[in-house]
């Protein structure tokens, strides 16, 4: 009787540690401009559909006059809240296609979070400041993440598998919007490398000009 | 006056939404701005053998707040004070007191939804030699719009009245009071953004109304017999006569900004100054680089 308990128990850690161990993958992407540099802010994702979530809820701030962060990447139906951490009101709003919304003129928290419950790239901004600008973009995978400063990311918890690993960037050329590669996780971590050739994006000018003769 | 006003705000009441939300305080306006600028023909003399040029450093500060009306309608109050010092003609050093009032309007939601502003200036200044002292109102309406992400246009119509103190008469047919002075300037802006720290700026105004010049004694007789003079006196700055008249001038100005971070840039500006009376032109450069603060 023994026997067989050493057995079960054995035969279940090995499982546990065999399953463990197929998700403790991960991939490790790079993304660069057509010069190598670095680049910060790529969305990357698997590429699967993933029903919507619910009860998920994310934060861009406002602060010191900007949002916080510039780009976000979301579950489809993900909540995000808006808290205004300036000591000023911000209005904030959108005209994409992918989500429409108001937040009127408002300080502090708004009363409740916006649902972003269709996929894609959601541009926003405030009427106040033109230079307020920032990205959300809405995917079906909970498997995503940002590129950082020196361009770097990693996609970790993955099962054995093969995959398609997409890449977006608001800066990205229209030809280069979606950047995407196959490849098949084994054990361990893989490294994969994206191009994303940038176009030159510009926000309103927010720095002093001369204040002589143009009154607020 | 009346109609300058009425048009602006009867506009700014009608476009803006029926549901007004409680407005309040926002933004606290604190800017401050070191130029130092060469300028020729100071004096804007119609005579090349009779120009002086100088240099001079100045100080801005403007101090205020804003008024958050709605999402659309915003209200500033602000101080101003600016110094200015002159390298050689001292005497033209000064300071200016002033308060301004603003409303700007955005006509809608969204950054390409055009503006509206409309302000009312009034400034004292102060010069080193007293008699060149004047009061000067100005009332600026600018309607502007964001065109692209790196292109916006503006155009503003301004009037402006100087006043200035009382001079001693020295043409007994002619008026004393060539720093009492009404013009307006019909104005168009735009600003181009090179990169996300260049900002290329150019601008041209007509200038319609009275200005001033001054020349040496030599020359006044001169522009008596072929300019219609408003008014002279005695110029104790450059030595000769000062004298009012009216014309039509031109001004064009380039300016290229650099943005050193979200509060602070430098610019550098230059301005030229065209002006046409009945027969003489006076024509003004100047140069200037500066370092703007922005709180």
């Known amino acids: 009787m023994k026997i067989f308990q050493l057995a079960a128990w054995y035969f279940i850690s090995i499982s546990f540690v065999t399953s463990w161990l197929s998700h403790a993958n991960s991939i490790k992407v790079s993304v660069v401009d057509e010069k190598k540099n670095p680049v910060e802010f790529a969305v990357i994702y698997i590429k699967e559909t993933l029903p919507k979530v619910s009860g998920h809820s994310v934060v861009i701030d406002q602060v010191d006059k900007e949002f916080i962060p510039y780009v976000t990447v979301v579950q489809r139906g993900s909540a995000i809240n808006f808290p205004n951490n300036d000591e000023i009101r911000h209005q904030v709003y959108s005209f994409s296609k992918s989500k429409q919304f108001e937040l009127p003129l408002y300080s502090g928290n708004p009363s409740s979070p916006v649902v972003f419950d269709k996929n894609g790239v959601i541009a926003m901004a405030c009427n106040i400041h033109d230079w307020m600008k920032a990205y959300i973009y809405v995917v079906d995978t909970n498997k995503f993440t940002i590129s950082d400063k020196a361009g770097q990311a990693v996609l970790s918890n993955l099962a054995k598998g093969q995959y398609e690993v997409v890449v977006w960037h608001p800066k990205a050329k229209e030809s280069e919007q979606l950047n995407a590669q196959q490849i098949d996780i084994g054990d361990g971590e893989q490294k994969l490398v994206f191009i994303v050739a940038q176009k030159t994006q510009f926000k309103a000018w927010r720095s002093p000009k001369s204040v002589r003769r143009r009154g607020y | ?295």
């Not at chain 2, 109102?137 to 246009?153: A, C, M, R, V, Y």
């Open chain 2, 1 to 295: 006056m009346k109609m300058i006003l009425a048009v602006p705000v009867t506009i700014i009441i009608l476009s803006t939404p029926v549901v007004a939300q409680q407005g309040e305080w926002v933004e606290w306006i604190a800017d401050a701005e070191l130029s130092y600028a060469a300028i020729d023909n100071l004096n804007l003399s119609a005579f090349s053998d009779d120009t002086h040029s100088d240099k001079r450093v100045a100080l801005d500060g403007i101090v205020g707040r804003f008024y958050q009306f709605n999402g659309f309608t915003r209200m500033s109050l602000s101080l101003e004070l600016d110094v200015e010092k002159h390298q050689e003609f001292d005497s033209l050093d000064n300071r200016q007191l002033g308060a301004n009032v603003g409303v700007r309007h955005k006509f809608g939601l969204g950054f390409y939804q055009p503006y509206l502003q409309f302000n009312v200036n009034y400034r004292h200044q102060e010069v080193e030699w007293d008699a060149n002292s004047i009061d000067i109102t100005f009332t600026t309406l600018e309607f502007g719009q964001h065109i692209n992400n790196q292109l916006s246009l503006a155009a503003s119509i301004d009037f402006t009245a100087t006043t200035g103190n009382e001079r001693p008469v020295i043409v007994p047919e002619l008026a004393s009071d060539v720093f009492d002075q009404r013009f307006i300037h019909f104005s168009v802006f735009v600003d181009y953004i090179l990169s996300q720290e260049w900002l290329l700026s150019a601008s041209y105004s007509r200038r319609q109304g009275d200005f001033n010049s001054s020349c040496s004694q030599a020359n006044v007789a001169k522009v008596l017999e072929v300019e219609q003079v408003k008014a002279i006196t005695k110029d104790d700055v450059f030595g000769g006569c000062v004298y009012k008249l009216e014309g039509n001038s031109n001004i064009y100005s380039a300016s290229l900004g650099y943005s050193l971070s979200n509060h602070a840039g430098l610019n550098f500006v230059v301005e030229h100054y065209q002006g046409k009376a009945e027969v003489l032109d006076y024509q003004r450069t100047s140069y200037s680089l500066s370092f703007n603060y922005r709180y």
